[in-house]
């Protein structure tokens, strides 16, 4: 069995074993995976993403679906796929790689200033930080009571806030998943947090005024409508 990790939003964060040694986020299975995307902690200028593995055989494999199934060109040992990153993008990401620990860093001071604008807000949950890895903010998200999440994110859009929420539906309710005969309340946690959790701006560019001003009409809101 093969351990595939989706590292598309985890780009830097650290899993720390109890010796106190560590390793990355995508480098724990047989492979790891992440994006690229604008929004990304390192993102392109289009889409893009990378496979990451330690395997020889996995990576030759992974080369070759990724030009077609070519072993060399046009010699094709497997079916595979047009996935070839840019060159102009790798250019772009080659040189933003140089300050990954810096948006990382900031990413990280962003969300320690949200913690302490919002962590006393009885009906809203920040995120939860683990003891045994570090956490990269590719986004902020919060919880809030069902009842009040769409309200408070049209009462944020009012003052120029934008939020938005990853992701409204769970998977087992999409469509492409319908033949596999779930139904409502399968996954209660799964169907409990699409509809409380609530994404924060959080981009390397938010200043901590900002971030001030976000938190405020936030507590604002459930002062007047708590």
């Not at 990790?5 to 010796?19: M, V």
């Amino acid at each position: 069995m093969y351990l595939v990790e989706d590292n598309a939003q985890s780009l830097g964060a650290q899993f720390i074993y109890p010796t106190g040694t560590y390793c990355f986020a995508g480098t724990l299975g047989h492979m790891g995976t992440t994006s690229f995307f604008p929004n990304k902690t390192l993102g392109a200028l289009g889409d893009g993403g990378a496979i990451f593995t330690n395997d020889a055989e996995l990576a030759t494999t992974m080369q070759q679906i990724a030009r077609h199934g070519q072993k060399q060109k046009y010699q094709y040992e497997r079916v595979g796929v047009n996935s070839r990153l840019d060159t102009l993008q790798a250019a772009f990401l080659e040189k933003k790689l140089n300050f990954l620990n810096y948006y990382i860093a900031q990413r990280q001071l962003i969300a320690q200033e949200y913690d302490t604008w919002l962590q006393n807000l009885s009906l809203l949950q920040i995120p939860q930080r683990a003891s045994y890895s570090t956490h990269v903010f590719n986004q902020y998200v919060v919880q809030v009571p069902a009842a009040h999440r769409d309200h408070l994110r049209r009462y944020l859009h009012e003052h120029r806030i934008p939020t938005a929420v990853y992701y409204p539906t769970p998977l087992h309710q999409q469509p492409a998943y319908q033949y596999l005969g779930y139904k409502s309340h399968a996954f209660p946690v799964a169907e409990a947090l699409c509809q409380k959790v609530v994404a924060l701006p959080m981009h390397t560019a938010l200043t901590l005024e900002q971030v001030q001003y976000i938190a405020g009409h936030i507590s604002e809101y459930f002062k007047i409508y708590t």
